[in-house]
């Protein structure tokens, strides 16, 4: 199996800092902030990476597994809404609930 990579870069403070997530294949580089994570700023966060893939994961597995069972699947979407709340200990993605065409 392969190994990826990703990267974060972040400068400031958390509040009026900003960042930049990469991938290590190139195929992503976006800002992130205070503001996309926490509220509706424009950019990125974290938690909507990590609904991609989980989508692109749970995507591939079922037509690996409707391709078992003799029905290959000629298309899979599939939506990761994922729940960022703060709990005692800080931020924590609570629930990611997968919908699936």
Do not use: Q
Not at 6 to 23: F, P
Not at 48 to 62: Q, T, V
């Amino acid at each position: 199996m392969a190994t990826r990579t990703g990267s974060a870069v972040w400068e400031g403070t958390l509040k009026e800092g900003r960042g930049t997530m990469k991938l290590g294949s190139g195929a992503f580089e976006g800002p992130y902030s205070f503001s996309s994570r926490f509220e509706e700023g424009k950019g990125t966060n974290p938690e909507e990476l990590i609904g991609a893939a989980e989508a692109g994961c749970y995507s591939m597995a079922l037509s690996a597994n409707l391709e078992k069972a003799g029905h290959p699947a000629k298309r899979i979407s599939t939506t990761a809404t994922v729940k960022l709340e703060m709990t005692g200990g800080g931020p924590k993605i609570t629930t990611i609930d997968l919908k699936t065409e």
